[in-house]
């Protein structure tokens, strides 16, 4: 029987296999076998290294993107409701996706110092516009019908929101979650880099100084190994278990 995760499992053997094959076939300090990465990894997980930073990094990943999902949802369902909020902020929005995440960073440590809160920040900002867009489109897709049959029905706000607006919206707010996700871990990195002294971004900034690709290859692959755990276990058995309405 063809099984998706098998599937999956066998595509990492085989790229896990040519990593292997070309690394021992070039021989170069720019590229580690798998081997000797995984070595790594396993040497700097029962250190407490890697759990140590990767944690810090994890929570700052948690809340960011906490604030930067409800911040974004509350503004993009707001735009897409008032015609006349989304002709005035348009230009805003514009102008703060096309702002390159660098230069934010930068600001905020040059504002607000070399602070946590300030590495928050930044990564809010470049966040909060990518979520106000998609939720933003979501929302102007809502289908006037079925809000009018909780209007003619009374449904009153909160059951209105339950179980019209929130069904229509869901597939755009995991659209962003998951972009989010994706986004908000490598903005994390570039702060940890700039303005902290701990943090996934940090370390590999250190290895970095040191040519130590190895072990930059290993902190990468745990973060990996962490966004996909997130993605399996959380966002998805959320999304099946959301989305039984349509059933």
């Known amino acids: 029987m063809n099984s998706p995760r098998l599937n999956a499992c066998i595509s990492v053997v085989l790229l896990l296999a040519f990593w292997q094959l070309l690394a021992t076939s070039l021989k ?62 348009d230009q805003w929005l514009l102008i703060l996706l096309n702002i390159p995440a660098l230069v934010t960073i930068i600001l905020c440590y040059l504002w607000f110092g070399l602070t946590e809160a300030a590495a928050i920040l930044a990564v809010v900002i470049n966040k909060v516009p990518n979520v106000v867009v998609t939720i933003r489109e979501g929302t102007r897709a809502l289908d006037t019908r079925l809000l009018e049959m909780a ?26 979650a ?42 990468t692959i745990a973060f990996i190994i962490v966004i996909q755990l997130i993605e399996m276990f959380i966002l998805k058995p959320l999304e099946q278990r959301a989305s039984t309405w349509r059933q």
């Open 178 to 219: 998951r972009t989010g996700l994706a986004l908000i871990w490598k903005i994390i990195l570039v702060v940890e880099l700039l303005g902290c002294s701990n943090g996934m971004g940090y370390q590999i900034h250190l290895f970095f100084q040191l040519f130590d690709v190895t072990s930059i290859l290993a902190y």
């Open 28 to 89: 170069l300090q720019a590229l580690p076998p798998a081997t000797e990465v995984l070595k790594q990894l396993v040497m700097v997980t029962e250190n407490g290294q890697l759990p140590y930073h990767l944690g810090i990094t994890l929570t700052r990943l948690i809340v960011s993107f906490s604030l930067s999902m409800i911040i974004g949802v509350l503004i993009g369902i707001g735009l897409g409701r008032q015609p006349i909020l989304d002709q005035f902020f």
């Open 151 to 176: 209007d003619s029905y009374r449904f009153g706000r909160w059951k209105t929101y339950r179980h019209v607006i929130w069904p229509q919206l869901f597939p755009y707010l995991m659209a962003a």
